[in-house]
């Protein structure tokens, strides 16, 4: 059976090679017509191209304007940046011809027109007088190593034949012009008559005639395609270059057949291998299938390790649990694969105790990696391994997979720590702390009014005006408090800010304004950077109020340990590259910590002892929903740098800011 599979497989194989080389073949087949109507209609692009410009300049002739001269510069022109037009004629109505370009006296290597020009072109005149229409001549040799053919233009004048416009073409630039070279490198291309015979021709030497002016393509390697216009039994015949692959083919062949004979030798010499083996397993299945039984039926990882540590036995318990095959394992000392290479050092102390034979009697905890890249817990109990001798051997270790169990420990304190979080939620909702903490300012200030107004009364000193004045910003600042309780409920439930045209340069103004008691309090004194006529930006007022007034406050309260000749605070807006505005408000405090900078911007995160921890949060939300984005940055010297950005309005194009303080 082996035999006559071997010779089966040897038939398949020829007949593999026979489609493969009926379909190589066909493929190359296919190619060459796919080619070969390229360059047809590459070469009839060119042609085209070449016969509009004649055109144009026919219909130029055909004006009472025309001046001779102004056409035979045209008619030069043409010659000169068209590799393909031999020459141009302007002949009269009775044939005659009044303008040659270029003149004979001007190719002396050309020579005056063959015999046959006149006769190939009287021809193509009188169909193009008779219809109207373009007319092509038969092909004619037009000197003494070229071939071509005309392609004539009606003129006409007031309804009344002119004469002709005479573009004659050659074929052999018309192959060296319009034939690239990779075609050439794998193509030979003749253009031949109705009788076969070659008019021109391009391949790797680019030798005309190559083949014999009246030598027949061979079909098999060759396609044939008419060439029309000019037509005239024009064709183009491509025959592609033969290709190396036959001796290829044979060297493959010869390479089968000896590697099939290797196969015939291989098997028969595995054969009587084999039958030898056979023999000796069966000696072995019996106590091997008892052995293995034992090692399937335990579900706990055992491994089994020599005294100097390497590996000598796993179980498919062990196996199954770390991922790892027993042939990766055993054999291997220390860093073992299943070990975690940040826990390294810690699994290496564990192991110089374990040969050391002070292994914990309770186990050893251990995280280990498996093969596919997942960890799990494991606890293990290492023993002495003695042998039948008596003999201490190396260690005998029992894992346990505790991934489980260590899974429950966790869950049951995540959801410890969740109801905690839950209560804290409850107690301190989005909506109360954040109007807590937005009504502070505008509350702040409105006790602040009350109190002055008390005093000015109390004191029967004061001026109607200036107390009406401060009941009018009491009254500015409850209307503030209203809106923000508005604003600050529609933001809470994720509705849209009220958007509309807004001065940062204002909101800046106003919020140094309100700041203003609390920095001369604290002896922080407010640079304020910012022109009136910077562009306007689409915001909530209140809201862009509430985020300025935020960052201003933790700048004066970060300063509280700097001291005074040094508490500056500079709030600053620039526009950028791309055309918003950046406010820089910069402090000169000490500065925020790294451990805490990623957890800034998160809810209830806060440093300071009585803070809520959600001013940055609510900050960042109202800057993102205005488009915008808001980060820190150290400042150079020392402290911090709250910067946000604010898309601005299409129509508003930014000034250079002012400097003011």
Request: charged share 25%; with cysteine.
């Amino acid at each position: 059976m082996p035999i006559v599979a071997m010779v089966l497989v040897v038939v398949l194989l020829g007949a593999f090679l026979w489609l493969l080389q009926r379909n190589e073949r066909d493929e190359q087949a296919l190619e060459l017509i796919k080619d070969a109507l390229w360059i047809e209609q590459n070469m009839r692009f060119q042609l085209t191209s070449d016969e509009d410009k004649l055109e144009r300049l026919a219909e130029g002739l055909g004006r009472e304007t025309a001046d001779v001269r102004q056409v035979a510069d045209m008619a030069h022109l043409i010659v000169n940046t068209n590799p393909a037009i031999e020459r141009v004629l302007w002949l009269d109505a009775q044939g005659g011809a009044r303008l040659v370009e270029p003149p004979a006296e001007a190719t002396p290597e050309s020579g005056p027109e063959p015999d046959e020009a006149p006769s190939a072109r009287a021809d193509a005149f009188r169909i193009a007088r008779s219809s109207g229409l373009r007319a092509y001549g038969t092909p004619y040799r037009i000197d003494a190593t070229d071939v071509g053919f005309d392609v004539v233009f009606p003129l006409y004048r007031n309804g009344s034949f002119a004469g002709a416009l005479v573009g004659v073409f050659s074929f052999e630039a018309m192959l060296t012009h319009h034939v690239p070279w990779w075609f050439a490198q794998r193509y030979q291309l003749e253009i031949t008559d109705v009788r076969g015979s070659v008019l021109g021709a391009k391949s790797r030497l680019s030798v005309i005639g190559s083949t014999g002016l009246d030598s027949a393509p061979d079909p098999a390697r060759s396609h044939v395609i008419p060439f029309d216009p000019p037509g005239h039994g024009v064709s183009l015949v491509v025959t592609a270059y033969p290709s190396d692959s036959n001796a290829t083919r044979t060297i493959l062949v010869v390479a089968i057949f000896g590697l099939t004979g290797s196969a015939l030798w291989s098997l028969w010499s595995l054969r009587r291998h084999i039958a030898g083996r056979l023999r000796a397993e069966e000696a072995l299945r019996a106590e091997h299938a008892f052995r293995k039984a034992m090692e399937d039926s335990l579900t706990v990882g055992m491994r089994a390790r020599d005294l100097d540590g390497r590996i000598t036995y796993v179980n498919p318990a062990f196996c199954r649990m770390v991922g790892w095959p027993a042939d990766a394992m055993v054999g291997r000392g220390p860093p073992m694969p299943y070990w975690l290479p940040e826990d390294l050092d810690r699994a290496e102390a564990a192991f110089r105790e374990v040969l050391a034979g002070r292994a914990p009697e309770s186990g050893l905890e251990m995280r280990f990696r498996r093969a596919n890249g997942e960890r799990f817990d494991a606890l293990i109990y290492e023993a002495p391994l003695i042998d039948a001798n008596g003999r201490h051997t190396g260690w005998m270790g029992s894992v346990l997979d505790i991934t489980e169990r260590k899974k429950a420990e966790d869950l049951a304190r995540q959801q410890q720590e969740r109801l905690q979080q839950t209560s804290r939620l409850i107690t301190m909702g989005e909506m109360a702390s954040t109007l807590a903490h937005e009504l502070n300012q505008p509350l702040s200030a409105i006790a602040s009014y009350c109190t002055g107004c008390l005093n000015r009364l109390r004191s029967d000193r004061f001026d109607t005006q200036e107390v009406a004045a401060a009941l009018d910003k009491l009254a500015a600042q409850a209307r503030r408090a209203g809106l923000i309780v508005r604003r600050v409920h529609d933001f809470v439930r994720k509705s849209e800010p009220n958007v509309a045209p807004c001065s940062l340069a204002e909101v800046l103004e106003d919020c140094v304004g309100l700041m203003g008691a609390d920095a001369v309090r604290l002896g922080v004194r407010v640079e304020l950077s910012a022109s009136a006529d910077l562009p306007l930006v689409a915001g909530d007022r209140i809201l862009l109020q509430q985020v300025v007034l935020n960052l201003m406050r933790n700048g004066i309260e970060a300063m509280a340990k700097t001291p005074r000749a040094e508490r500056r605070l500079s709030v600053t807006v620039t526009t950028t590259e791309d055309g918003a505005l950046l406010t820089d408000i910069r402090d000169r405090g000490c500065g925020i910590a790294p451990e805490i900078a990623d957890g800034l911007f998160s809810p209830f995160f806060t440093t300071k002892s009585e803070g809520m921890g959600m001013g940055l949060n609510i900050c960042r939300s109202i800057v993102e929903h205005h488009h915008g984005r808001l980060w820190f940055e150290a400042a150079p010297g020392g402290g911090s740098r709250f910067l946000f950005t604010l898309p601005v309005l299409p129509n508003s194009m930014p000034i250079p800011p002012v400097e003011t303080v």
